[in-house]
């Protein structure tokens, strides 16, 4: 086992980094409070995905995928246009998480999450300390 | 081999950003931190082969959402997470499953680089090939955007489009002056 | 920040070429990395600029709000009006072939036709985004969440 994950590592340490940058995403999501803070690691279990996907297309000895006469073997583009639009996406869906996040701050003066959910009328002991 | 040893240095550095950004409690600094990692992110990217992509993310990941951060946290006022957030057990033992699937996931797929790739076979294999002879364009990350997966890219530009009149509607569209 | 010299001199340096370079980035998108997305958040990042130095209102009188929710419907319309040209012309949705005499001319002209079009909506957008985000007032109530409670 040891010894696979030793060697399964050196050939795939694109794929380990973004799954490590991925975990670290998803706690910042599901392990804070602040909602700023959640829209941090959500950006950031995002640019994991890249990083996946455009890991994915990569090929050795290939050439950024531009049509030239002296050179054969080029990169995958498809995941380079998927990722591509999803960067661009990503960013209008962060612009409307933070314009909710504005608004919660106007209407509950707090942009915590636990402070959220005692407001909201949970304080009877349902809400467990997450 | 200099690839490689680019590659791993800035992995190695993203990760530790993804920490600091993970520990970090004045949000200022996060923010910073954060379109610093976007930077470096598109360094990776221009690395591995893909120019379009690091394009974009130095412009959208450390620019325009830097700049929306930073305008959240004046509109907000906050500066500071508020609790210190110690390490939380439940969270953890769920991002330590993910990873672990995530890792069994990955265990067979080809490696980095591999031509053999079944991702490198069907589709692609045809847009590099006739990319330029049926559209005229060398650039093939432009033609399979625009003309090849044409009706995905509308979708993404109405969705981009849905976002501007939904923040519109949250934040009001400029009619009303509220400063004076 | 329109008192300080040195970013109102090196905004007005920078902002055009800036300009140009999104020009270029957008028509030169089809053989160099580039495109319609990169070229509208270069555009909105030089007009944001703009804001941060000169203020909201000297920004909106560049280009006014209203011309920007025109150009940003005007881009989806472009991308969606290109794909019924090409029906009307014999074609399938967004089969750009059938736009000139040949198949190869008329690819190229709808991938610059449906480029412009992203360009147009995503940098209109991002600058309405920010124009909603920087028009918002404080929020005016005292709060003690800015400060380090421990």
């Known amino acids: ?130 | 081999m200099i690839d490689i040893i680019i590659d791993m240095v800035l992995l190695l550095f993203l990760t530790v950003m993804a920490f600091t950004i993970l520990r970090l409690r004045d949000l200022l600094s996060m923010a910073m931190i954060l379109g610093l990692y976007s930077l470096l992110m598109a360094g990776l990217f221009m690395v591995m082969d893909a120019p379009d992509v690091a394009f974009t993310e130095a412009a959208v990941g450390s620019g325009v959402a830097t700049i929306l951060m930073l305008v959240t946290l004046t509109l907000t006022r906050i500066r500071y997470e508020k609790k210190a957030a110690g390490l939380q057990w439940r969270p953890l033992i769920i991002v330590l499953l993910t990873g672990a699937a995530l890792l069994y996931g990955i265990h067979d797929i080809p490696p980095v680089g591999d031509i053999e790739a079944p991702a490198q076979q069907h589709v692609a294999d045809r847009y590099i090939a006739e990319a330029r002879n049926e559209t005229g364009v060398p650039n093939m990350v432009t033609a399979v955007l625009a003309s090849y997966r044409g009706f995905d890219t509308l979708g993404e530009v109405v969705v981009i489009f849905t976002a501007g009149i939904g923040v519109m509607l949250l934040l009001g569209n400029g009619t009303r002056r509220y400063r004076g | 920040m329109k008192d300080n010299i040195i970013l109102r001199i090196v905004a007005k340096l920078l902002i055009p070429l800036v300009i140009l370079f999104a020009l270029y980035v957008q028509f030169h998108g089809d053989y160099s990395p580039g495109g319609g997305f990169q070229a509208g958040v270069i555009f909105s990042s030089a007009l944001i600029l703009y804001r941060l130095i000169f203020g909201l209102q000297a920004g909106n009188e560049v280009i006014p709000r209203p011309i920007l929710k025109l150009l940003a419907s005007l881009g989806v319309l472009l991308y969606a009006g290109t794909g019924v040209v090409t029906m009307l012309m014999g074609g399938e949705f967004l089969d750009y072939s059938v736009l000139a005499d040949t198949p190869i001319h008329g690819q190229h002209t709808g991938i610059i036709l449906v480029e412009l079009g992203v360009g147009f909506t995503v940098s209109a957008t991002m600058l309405l985004i920010f124009d909603a985000f920087a028009g918002r007032p404080l929020a005016t109530q005292n709060t003690t969440t800015g400060k380090r409670d421990d």
């Open chain 1, 1 to 130: 086992m040891i010894n696979y994950i030793s060697i399964h590592w050196i050939s795939h340490y694109n794929y380990w980094a973004a799954i490590v940058i991925a975990m670290v995403g998803l706690y910042m999501i599901i392990g804070h409070n602040n909602l700023i803070k959640k829209v941090a690691g959500l950006n950031i279990l995002q640019t994991a995905v890249f990083l996946m996907y455009i890991s994915m297309g990569v090929i050795t000895d290939g050439t950024a995928p531009i049509a030239a006469e002296t050179f054969t073997i080029y990169s995958n583009p498809l995941p380079q246009v998927l990722m591509l639009t999803a960067i661009v996406v990503g960013v209008a869906t962060t612009a409307m998480a933070f314009a909710l996040i504005v608004r919660i701050k106007e209407t509950c003066n707090t942009v915590d999450e636990d402070e959220l959910l005692e407001r909201e009328g949970h304080q009877n002991g349902n809400v467990e300390e997450w």
